[in-house]
Structure formats: C-alpha cells, structure tokens
C-alpha cells in the first residue's frame, strides 16, 4: 500500500484519498502536480485542455501552450491560438503587443517597428503617420515610399514626375520627359523659382521673364541684342 494515502481501494491498491498536502494523480498521491495538469477544487490532479502544455485553476487557463499554438496573454475565451491578434507578434510561443497596438497592424519581433498600419495610418521608415511625410508617398498597404533625391512632393501614378523640389533643388524636365530634381540647372537654362527653364536656341543663359533673350552666349556665338549669332553684324 501507499504510504502516503489516507485511504486505499483494497482490490487494486490504489489510492483513493491522499493527506492532506498532497494531490490525488493516476492512483496515487504527490507532492506536486505534474506538467500538463492542474489542482482542482477536489485536490485531484486533473488534465488540461489539450491545447495548453501547462494550466491552473480551470482546465482552459492556460499559463503555455503546446505547438502549433501560440500563448496569448490577453485572450479572454481562449489564450492558446493559433495565430496573435492584430497588432501583436509572436515572440519565442508567446503573443506580444506591437509597441503601437493601437494604430500598428503587424511590427518586427523587437515590438518597435511598424511593417503594415492600421486602416487610416501610413507607415515610413517603421512610424506611423496620419499622411506621408514630405519627400514621400503613399503605396499599397498604406506603406509610404521615398520619392527621387531632392523630390519633396510626387505620386504614386508617376512617382519619377516630381510636383515639388526641396529647397536648394531645381525641377527639371529630362530628355525622357520625366520631372526631376537638380541642384543646378544645365547650360541653356535659367534658374527661376524652383525650377529650370528652358532659354531659346543658342543661349547659354537668359532672362527669367523672357527665355528667348539670351543674356550669355556659348563659347563661339556672339551676343547680339536678345540673340547668340555666329559674326556680329553692323
């Protein structure tokens, strides 16, 4: 017989009661409760739920969870799931809020950076933002990408047509049309609020507000009057 019983079935030797600081398990008493198994109201070691690989108190409060199932926390029917909420990653088995659950949708396992937003947030560089910042716009899953160096505003339809150059940055329209930003416009242009504007034929520089005086001309051209000539005429 077991020693450690209070009382014991006389047929099969099992234990059917235990002293008081132990717990009823398989037939037998002990000192403590083995893993996978919790202490219910009887002082019986009773199973938990499959899905939890430890519990206590209740058969679903789970404190771990067997694969494929993930530990959350903060679930309220079912804390073994199988896959975390939104706004939490899964860190070694266990369900961990995104730094910014409230407005991050999915983040790297260091918690702190945002890989896709809420509805209504744009993601850049791992923050989130109510719009794309300058220099940026917004992409599918409401991701914000770089716009072309010097570029403080474009688009997602055209995003090599530049609307908007950063300070000390020139538009300028390319061979292939597409709008880009210059820190000094070519020769044959003249610099005026922000963008390159294209001179008439032959100058190498000319007037903002009237493009087809030329006011420098190229090596081998001579200025006369608005125009670059090839020999001065009297």
Same mark, same amino acid.
């Given at each position: 017989?077991?020693?450690?019983?209070?009382?014991?079935?006389?047929?099969?030797?099992?234990?059917? *009661?235990?002293?008081?600081?132990?717990?009823?398990?398989?037939?037998?008493?002990?000192?403590?409760?083995?893993?996978?198994?919790?202490?219910?109201?009887?002082? #019986?070691?009773?199973?938990?739920?499959?899905?939890?690989?430890?519990?206590?108190?209740?058969?679903?409060?789970? *404190?771990?969870?067997?694969?494929?199932?993930?530990?959350?926390?903060?679930?309220?029917?079912?804390?073994?799931?199988?896959?975390?909420?939104?706004?939490?990653?899964?860190?070694?088995?266990?369900?961990?809020?995104?730094?910014?659950?409230?407005?991050?949708?999915?983040?790297?396992?260091?918690?702190?950076?945002?890989?896709?937003?809420?509805?209504?947030?744009?993601?850049?560089?791992?923050?989130?933002?109510?719009?794309?910042?300058?220099?940026?716009?917004?992409?599918?899953?409401?991701?914000? *990408?770089?716009?072309?160096?010097?570029?403080?505003?474009?688009?997602?339809?055209?995003? *090599?047509?530049?609307?908007?150059?950063?300070?000390?940055?020139?538009?300028?329209?390319?061979?292939?049309?597409?709008?880009?930003?210059?820190?000094?416009?070519?020769?044959?242009? #003249?610099?005026?609020?922000?963008?390159?504007?294209?001179?008439?034929?032959?100058?190498?520089?000319?007037?903002?507000?009237?493009?087809?005086?030329?006011?420098?001309?190229?090596?081998?051209?001579?200025?006369?009057?608005?125009?670059?000539?090839?020999?001065?005429?009297?």
């Amino acid at each position: 017989s077991n020693k450690r019983c209070k009382r014991c079935d006389v047929h099969d030797d099992k234990c059917s *009661l235990c002293e008081d600081d132990e717990y009823y398990y398989n037939g037998d008493c002990v000192t403590t409760c083995p893993t996978g198994t919790f202490v219910n109201e009887n002082r #019986i070691c009773q199973q938990c739920n499959p899905k939890c690989a430890s519990c206590i108190s209740h058969e679903d409060n789970c *404190l771990s969870c067997n694969e494929p199932y993930t530990y959350d926390p903060d679930g309220i029917d079912d804390k073994c799931v199988t896959e975390c909420e939104e706004g939490e990653i899964t860190i070694e088995g266990e369900c961990v809020e995104c730094e910014d659950k409230a407005r991050c949708r999915k983040c790297t396992q260091d918690t702190k950076c945002c890989i896709t937003p809420k509805n209504g947030f744009y993601v850049y560089d791992c923050e989130i933002h109510e719009t794309c910042p300058l220099g940026t716009y917004a992409y599918h899953n409401n991701t914000c *990408l770089p716009c072309i160096e010097g570029c403080e505003r474009c688009n997602a339809t055209s995003p *090599l047509q530049c609307e908007q150059c950063a300070h000390g940055y020139y538009l300028y329209i390319t061979d292939t049309n597409n709008i880009v930003c210059i820190r000094k416009c070519p020769e044959g242009y #003249i610099e005026h609020e922000h963008k390159c504007l294209k001179c008439g034929m032959y100058c190498s520089k000319c007037k903002h507000d009237n493009t087809q005086c030329c006011t420098v001309c190229p090596h081998g051209k001579y200025k006369q009057n608005c125009n670059c000539v090839d020999d001065c005429s009297y």
